[in-house]
C-alpha cells in the first residue's frame, strides 16, 4: 500500500502539482481486467477468463467465481457507459476508474463473434479499449494569459498575435453574437468541426504524396515541425503509432496548420490554401462587400441547432463543411424547410457523418465505414461512433445524400489546375435572372483565382436527381470538361474500375452551380467547388464569381419570398 493510484495501459511514474504523470504508454487492446488479492489456481484462473467472457458479475454467486469472489477486489467491464469517461467496476468495491486522453473505446473485445456489428445490440463483445501512446485529448498547457471579449467587438474572425524576437504567431479564434442577439441577417458558418478533423495532419508525410497531387509537394516549416512533433496530436487522416487509424481529434491542443499564414502542402497551385485559410477568403469578400455578418460555428450549431439559426435569413458555409453531426444536419435542414436560404460556398460538405462527446467539449469522432475517400478504414465491427452509438461513415450510406440538402455532393477530385465555369442553358430561365444580373451572356464565371487559377477545382460537386436533388434545381453553370487527368471521379460513385474516369473522359468530374426554391420562401445556392471562394477576389473584385455570389447574397437577404414552380 504505497499510495500509488492504479493504472491501465500506462504505469504510474510520479505526482506533479495533484496531477498524475504516467509513462509505459501501452498500444493495444485491453479486455476485461480484473484486480484480485491473491494468486490463482490454474483451474481459478480458467473459472475467472469464462465469466470475464460472459461478462458475469463478480457479486454473481451462481457463477464460476463464486468460491473466490471474496478475492476479488476489482472487476472493470469496458463495455458499460461507453458514451461516457467513466470505467465502471462491477466488483462489490466498485472501484470505478476513469479514462484519459481517449482511448479508443466500442472496440471489439477477445469475444466478439462477429455476428452483431453495433456494439449497443451486443455490448458485452464490446469489452475492449483500444489505448494508443499517442492518444491525445487535451494537452492540458497552462495558461499565459486571458483576453475577456470586450461587449462592443463585432462578431468575426480574430486571432491573438505573438512575437517573440524575431518569431512571429497568430492563434485564431472567433466572436459569436451573443445568445439570441444576432447582429445581421447572414450568418457565416465556420466548418470548425473540419478544422478538427484536419488538424495537424501527415498524410502528405506518410506516402507518396507526389502520386496523387501529379506534381511534388512543398512543404514548410510548419509541416516540419508537425511531422517532428507527433506529441501534439494526429488528424483524422492518420495513424496510430500501431497502424490503427485515428477516429477521435480536438481542438485542445496547439493546431498548427489552422493559423493565418499555413500554405497546405498538398493545395492546388497558386496560394495553396485549405481549410481555415481558403475561408479568410470569404470573411475578406464580405467585409470588402460591405455585407453585414455574424460569425457562428459547427458546435455552436451541433449545441443549439435550429434555435442559432432561426435568428438568420442567410447561412453562408465556408469552402470545405465536410463533416457534420446529425444535430448538425437536421438544424440545416430545418432551416431549409421554414423559408430560410443557404448559400454553399464549398465542395465536398455534408460527406462524412461525425459524433460529439456528450461530456467532453471540442472533440469529434469519425468511423470511416463503407466506401468514400479514406486514408484508413475502421476495421469490420467498429463502425459505430462510441460517443453516440450511431452508424459512422459517410451521410450517402445513410440514405441522406448531401444533394438532398444542397443539391449538390461529392463527385471529383484533383489538385493541379481548376477550371472556369461556363453557364447553362438553364442560366436563361428567368427564375435564375437575379444570378446573372451584370454578367455578360455566355461568359466564364471564375476564370482567375487564388486556388489553381479558376473557380473550379480541388474537390468537385455535382447534381444528380438520384441523389436528391430536386427535380426543379437549376444547374446554372458547370466545370465539365475544364479538367485535367489528375482529378478521378470518388470511389463511392464506381461499381467497378475502370480507365475512364478521369477529367478528360468522364462527365462526373465536373463543379455543377445550382440554385432551387424551397418551401416557406427560402432558396438554395451551390457553387460545388472548394477553389470558388479564391475566385472572388481578382480585379479588386470586379469580376463575374464575386458579382453572381454578391447577387445571390443581396436576393437571399431580401425578405421577399421565392416561390417554387
Given at each position: 500500500?504505497?499510495?500509488?493510484?492504479?493504472?491501465?495501459?500506462?504505469?504510474?511514474?510520479?505526482?506533479?502539482?495533484?496531477?498524475?504523470?504516467?509513462?509505459?504508454?501501452?498500444?493495444?487492446?485491453?479486455?476485461?481486467?480484473?484486480?484480485?488479492?491473491?494468486?490463482?489456481?490454474?483451474?481459478?484462473?480458467?473459472?475467472?477468463?469464462?465469466?470475464?467472457?460472459?461478462?458475469?458479475?463478480?457479486?454473481?454467486?451462481?457463477?464460476?467465481?463464486?468460491?473466490?469472489?471474496?478475492?476479488?477486489?476489482?472487476?472493470?467491464?469496458?463495455?458499460?457507459?461507453?458514451?461516457?469517461?467513466?470505467?465502471?467496476?462491477?466488483?462489490?468495491?466498485?472501484?470505478?476508474?476513469?479514462?484519459?486522453?481517449?482511448?479508443?473505446?466500442?472496440?471489439?473485445?477477445?469475444?466478439?463473434?462477429?455476428?452483431?456489428?453495433?456494439?449497443?445490440?451486443?455490448?458485452?463483445?464490446?469489452?475492449?479499449?483500444?489505448?494508443?501512446?499517442?492518444?491525445?485529448?487535451?494537452?492540458?498547457?497552462?495558461?499565459?494569459?486571458?483576453?475577456?471579449?470586450?461587449?462592443?467587438?463585432?462578431?468575426?474572425?480574430?486571432?491573438?498575435?505573438?512575437?517573440?524576437?524575431?518569431?512571429?504567431?497568430?492563434?485564431?479564434?472567433?466572436?459569436?453574437?451573443?445568445?439570441?442577439?444576432?447582429?445581421?441577417?447572414?450568418?457565416?458558418?465556420?466548418?470548425?468541426?473540419?478544422?478538427?478533423?484536419?488538424?495537424?495532419?501527415?498524410?502528405?508525410?506518410?506516402?507518396?504524396?507526389?502520386?496523387?497531387?501529379?506534381?511534388?509537394?512543398?512543404?514548410?516549416?510548419?509541416?516540419?515541425?508537425?511531422?517532428?512533433?507527433?506529441?501534439?496530436?494526429?488528424?483524422?487522416?492518420?495513424?496510430?503509432?500501431?497502424?490503427?487509424?485515428?477516429?477521435?481529434?480536438?481542438?485542445?491542443?496547439?493546431?498548427?496548420?489552422?493559423?493565418?499564414?499555413?500554405?497546405?502542402?498538398?493545395?492546388?497551385?497558386?496560394?495553396?490554401?485549405?481549410?481555415?485559410?481558403?475561408?479568410?477568403?470569404?470573411?475578406?469578400?464580405?467585409?470588402?462587400?460591405?455585407?453585414?455578418?455574424?460569425?457562428?460555428?459547427?458546435?455552436?450549431?451541433?449545441?443549439?441547432?435550429?434555435?442559432?439559426?432561426?435568428?438568420?435569413?442567410?447561412?453562408?458555409?465556408?469552402?470545405?463543411?465536410?463533416?457534420?453531426?446529425?444535430?448538425?444536419?437536421?438544424?440545416?435542414?430545418?432551416?431549409?424547410?421554414?423559408?430560410?436560404?443557404?448559400?454553399?460556398?464549398?465542395?465536398?460538405?455534408?460527406?462524412?457523418?461525425?459524433?460529439?462527446?456528450?461530456?467532453?467539449?471540442?472533440?469529434?469522432?469519425?468511423r470511416r465505414a463503407?466506401?468514400?475517400?479514406?486514408?484508413?478504414?475502421?476495421?469490420?465491427?467498429?463502425?459505430?461512433?462510441?460517443?453516440?452509438?450511431?452508424?459512422?461513415?459517410?451521410?450517402?450510406?445513410?440514405?441522406?445524400?448531401?444533394?438532398?440538402?444542397?443539391?449538390?455532393?461529392?463527385?471529383?477530385?484533383?489538385?493541379?489546375?481548376?477550371?472556369?465555369?461556363?453557364?447553362?442553358?438553364?442560366?436563361?430561365?428567368?427564375?435564375?435572372?437575379?444570378?446573372?444580373?451584370?454578367?455578360?451572356?455566355?461568359?466564364?464565371?471564375?476564370?482567375?483565382?487564388?486556388?489553381?487559377?479558376?473557380?473550379?477545382?480541388?474537390?468537385?460537386?455535382?447534381?444528380?436527381?438520384?441523389?436528391?436533388?430536386?427535380?426543379?434545381?437549376?444547374?446554372?453553370?458547370t466545370t465539365m470538361g475544364g479538367?485535367?487527368?489528375?482529378?478521378?471521379?470518388?470511389?463511392?460513385?464506381?461499381?467497378?474500375?475502370?480507365?475512364?474516369?478521369?477529367?478528360?473522359?468522364?462527365?462526373?468530374?465536373?463543379?455543377?452551380?445550382?440554385?432551387?426554391?424551397?418551401?416557406?420562401?427560402?432558396?438554395?445556392?451551390?457553387?460545388?467547388?472548394?477553389?470558388?471562394?479564391?475566385?472572388?477576389?481578382?480585379?479588386?473584385?470586379?469580376?463575374?464569381?464575386?458579382?453572381?455570389?454578391?447577387?445571390?447574397?443581396?436576393?437571399?437577404?431580401?425578405?421577399?419570398?421565392?416561390?417554387?414552380?
Amino acid at each position: 500500500n504505497n499510495g500509488a493510484p492504479l493504472t491501465i495501459g500506462a504505469w504510474f511514474e510520479r505526482f506533479e502539482e495533484n496531477r498524475v504523470i504516467t509513462t509505459g504508454h501501452y498500444d493495444g487492446k485491453i479486455d476485461a481486467p480484473r484486480l484480485l488479492r491473491r494468486p490463482l489456481s490454474e483451474p481459478e484462473s480458467e473459472a475467472l477468463a469464462a465469466a470475464a467472457s460472459h461478462h458475469l458479475m463478480a457479486t454473481n454467486f451462481a457463477s464460476p467465481v463464486a468460491a473466490f469472489v471474496a478475492d476479488i477486489v476489482a472487476a472493470w467491464d469496458f463495455s458499460r457507459d461507453i458514451e461516457s469517461t467513466r470505467v465502471r467496476d462491477v466488483s462489490a468495491n466498485r472501484l470505478d476508474g476513469e479514462i484519459h486522453n481517449l482511448p479508443t473505446r466500442a472496440a471489439k473485445g477477445h469475444n466478439w463473434t462477429g455476428e452483431e456489428m453495433n456494439w449497443r445490440h451486443a455490448p458485452d463483445q464490446y469489452g475492449a479499449i483500444h489505448f494508443h501512446h499517442d492518444d491525445l485529448y487535451d494537452a492540458e498547457w497552462e495558461s499565459d494569459f486571458d483576453l475577456k471579449v470586450p461587449e462592443n467587438w463585432r462578431s468575426g474572425s480574430s486571432a491573438a498575435r505573438l512575437t517573440c524576437e524575431e518569431h512571429e504567431e497568430h492563434i485564431p479564434f472567433f466572436v459569436v453574437p451573443s445568445r439570441g442577439k444576432p447582429s445581421a441577417k447572414l450568418a457565416f458558418l465556420v466548418p470548425t468541426a473540419s478544422y478538427m478533423a484536419y488538424a495537424n495532419e501527415h498524410l502528405l508525410m506518410s506516402g507518396d504524396a507526389a502520386a496523387g497531387l501529379g506534381r511534388l509537394a512543398v512543404f514548410t516549416a510548419r509541416d516540419m515541425y508537425v511531422n517532428e512533433h507527433r506529441e501534439i496530436g494526429y488528424s483524422l487522416y492518420d495513424y496510430h503509432a500501431d497502424g490503427s487509424g485515428v477516429c477521435y481529434s480536438s481542438r485542445l491542443r496547439p493546431i498548427i496548420n489552422m493559423r493565418p499564414k499555413y500554405q497546405f502542402g498538398g493545395g492546388m497551385t497558386g496560394s495553396s490554401l485549405h481549410q481555415y485559410n481558403a475561408d479568410t477568403h470569404i470573411l475578406d469578400w464580405l467585409e470588402v462587400m460591405g455585407h453585414d455578418y455574424d460569425v457562428i460555428t459547427d458546435e455552436d450549431l451541433h449545441d443549439e441547432g435550429m434555435a442559432l439559426l432561426s435568428d438568420y435569413r442567410v447561412v453562408m458555409t465556408g469552402t470545405h463543411p465536410e463533416y457534420y453531426s446529425t444535430a448538425m444536419l437536421d438544424a440545416l435542414q430545418a432551416f431549409k424547410h421554414q423559408g430560410g436560404r443557404l448559400i454553399y460556398m464549398g465542395g465536398n460538405g455534408f460527406y462524412w457523418r461525425i459524433a460529439f462527446h456528450r461530456d467532453l467539449p471540442g472533440v469529434i469522432e469519425v468511423r470511416r465505414a463503407e466506401g468514400g475517400i479514406r486514408t484508413w478504414i475502421a476495421e469490420p465491427g467498429e463502425y459505430y461512433h462510441s460517443f453516440t452509438g450511431e452508424y459512422g461513415g459517410m451521410w450517402l450510406r445513410q440514405g441522406r445524400p448531401p444533394q438532398t440538402l444542397s443539391g449538390v455532393g461529392f463527385s471529383a477530385q484533383g489538385f493541379d489546375i481548376s477550371a472556369p465555369y461556363k453557364p447553362t442553358s438553364d442560366s436563361l430561365d428567368p427564375r435564375a435572372a437575379f444570378v446573372f444580373d451584370g454578367v455578360a451572356e455566355g461568359g466564364l464565371i471564375g476564370d482567375s483565382g487564388l486556388v489553381g487559377g479558376a473557380a473550379g477545382g480541388f474537390e468537385l460537386d455535382r447534381a444528380d436527381r438520384r441523389h436528391g436533388t430536386p427535380p426543379h434545381a437549376l444547374v446554372l453553370a458547370t466545370t465539365m470538361g475544364g479538367h485535367t487527368d489528375t482529378y478521378l471521379v470518388v470511389p463511392e460513385e464506381l461499381h467497378i474500375t475502370a480507365a475512364n474516369i478521369t477529367g478528360t473522359s468522364s462527365p462526373l468530374v465536373r463543379a455543377d452551380m445550382v440554385f432551387f426554391e424551397t418551401p416557406g420562401g427560402g432558396a438554395v445556392f451551390s457553387t460545388g467547388s472548394i477553389a470558388f471562394a479564391g475566385s472572388l477576389s481578382p480585379n479588386e473584385y470586379r469580376n463575374n464569381a464575386s458579382r453572381v455570389i454578391d447577387n445571390v447574397v443581396r436576393r437571399f437577404l431580401d425578405e421577399t419570398a421565392f416561390v417554387a414552380p
